[in-house]
């Protein structure tokens, strides 16, 4: 699956540049204001080529509910998760797969967008790799954007580069970046940040199977009344997907921010981490580059990647 973020004064442009660039299959992911409140952003996506064989073109007279089923298969869902969301979609008596299934998530799952305040710092926890500090430029890059004040703190002192990728970043954004190697420097990063500025907090990947490292971890955050954020990469494992969520959800993760729906083919692994830890959808990172920034997730939007061709004809159809 293809996703890409494409900026226009209008709607109608922006739906122009989504077709000139995807096609008339790309379904529309998300919708929202251009930074400042300019113009119109959408995030659109198109399944891949490779992918054509595993979806044929949706029957509006077919069974919603065999639809929705064989998406969930299709994306590798967990057996139990996808006949608690089956018979949740069956229970809505819609005909539309789309909404049933839109329906059957928002009824298992929370959607809560990121903070944009400086109420509570933001902690990224995550496996090595798993694009938490290109997670963190992006979140850094959209308060700038925004103009709204932000503090940037990195904890992986000890990887090669890991500073200095992260720095990069912030010194093109005139950000200082600050480093913690322990709980009391980190305490004392948060103490110093600017009054009412997101503080964003990079956190080095660990292994949380691992009880030293994941007692590390816990020690890290432990003085800060923090918002954990787990951002975990899509198209993994379902069952592992799920034994990371509950790790890292003991850790006070309450969030799940996935990345790289741009190279994902199976999302199983997304709604199993979600159901497993407990987590909260919040938004997805698009590409590895920091312009292609991140995009909010709802019920509709998660569906709608769930079931790509259907979402395309509806598409279609409304023009």
Do not use: W
Not at 100 to 119: I, V, Y
Not at 138 to 153: C, D, G, Q, Y
Not at 160 to 183: C, I, S
Not at 276 to 282: E, I, P, V
């Amino acid at each position: 699956m293809r996703l890409k973020t494409f900026t226009a004064p209008s709607m109608a442009e922006a739906m122009q540049l989504v077709k000139a660039h995807l096609g008339a299959d790309a379904i529309i992911v998300s919708t929202q204001k251009g930074d400042g409140g300019l113009g119109i952003r959408i995030t659109a996506a198109i399944e891949a080529v490779e992918d054509e064989d595993h979806y044929d073109q949706y029957d509006d007279g077919a069974d919603p509910l065999d639809e929705i089923a064989e998406a969930l298969a299709h994306h590798n869902v967990p057996g139990e998760l996808a006949d608690k969301l089956t018979r949740s979609a069956g229970s809505l008596d819609a005909d539309d797969p789309l909404l049933a299934l839109a329906g059957a998530l928002d009824q298992h799952f929370k959607f809560q967008p990121l903070p944009t305040g400086g109420k509570r710092p933001m902690v990224l926890l995550g496996m090595p790799g798993a694009g938490k500090t290109v997670t963190t430029a992006k979140l850094a890059t959209r308060a700038v954007m925004n103009r709204r004040p932000v503090s940037v703190i990195t904890t992986d002192t000890q990887r090669a580069g890991g500073y200095e990728q992260l720095h990069a970043f912030t010194r093109l954004l005139e950000v200082d970046l600050q480093q913690a190697d322990g709980p009391a420097a980190l305490q004392d990063a948060v103490t110093a940040a600017r009054p009412g500025s997101l503080i964003l907090i990079d956190c080095a990947g660990g292994n949380p199977f691992d009880a030293d490292d994941a007692a590390r971890q816990r020690r890290l955050i432990a003085g800060i009344e923090a918002e954990v954020v787990l951002v975990m990469a899509a198209g993994g494992d379902a069952l592992e997907a799920a034994e990371l969520a509950q790790a890292y959800a003991a850790m006070g993760a309450r969030r799940l921010l996935a990345t790289r729906l741009d190279i994902a083919r199976r999302l199983g692994g997304l709604l199993s981490a979600a159901s497993a830890g407990r987590l909260a959808f919040s938004e997805v990172g698009i590409g590895a580059s920091v312009a292609d920034g991140l995009a909010p997730l709802n019920p509709v939007s998660l569906a709608r990647l769930l079931l790509p061709k259907y979402a395309a004809a509806r598409d279609q159809a409304a023009e």
